[in-house]
Nanobody, 118 residues
Framework: QVQLVESGGGLVQPGGSLRLSCAAS????????MSWYRQAPGKERELVAA????????KYADSVKGRFTISRDTAKNTMYLQVNSLKPEDTAVYYC???????????WGQGTQVTVSS
């Protein structure tokens, strides 16, 4: 049974930092591509960052390049998103995602709220 559990969100001032975690179970984080998405009030869910299975190749939305870093720790079976230099427009619920295209299945975590405000 695949499960994804996010944590690490909170209220932070502009310019601040957080580290979001996604604890995975039911599979190994290094064996499947994983992603972080976010959804702000009244907006569609958008891809923020992704990391491939083999090689750990990463990609980022233009709006977060240079500020966010996606990574994973196989020993803890956890994926992370380090978010730095936060801006009010980064305020959103952040979701962890993985899926298997061949099996047409997707898994989402419950989300963790990030609020950037002074």
């Amino acid at each position: 049974q695949v499960q994804l559990v996010e944590s690490g969100g909170g209220l932070v001032q502009p310019g601040g930092s957080l580290r979001l975690s996604c604890a995975a179970s039911g599979f190994t984080v290094s064996e499947n591509a994983m992603s972080w998405y976010r959804q702000a009030p009244g907006k569609e869910r958008e891809l923020v960052a992704a990391i491939s299975a083999a090689g750990g190749i990463t990609k980022y939305a233009d709006s977060v390049k240079g500020r966010f870093t996606i990574s994973r720790d196989t020993a803890k079976n956890t994926m992370y998103l380090q978010v730095n230099s936060l801006k009010p427009e980064d305020t959103a619920v952040y979701y962890c995602h993985t899926g298997w295209i061949a099996a047409s299945v997707d898994y989402w975590g419950q989300g963790t709220q990030v609020t950037v405000s002074s």
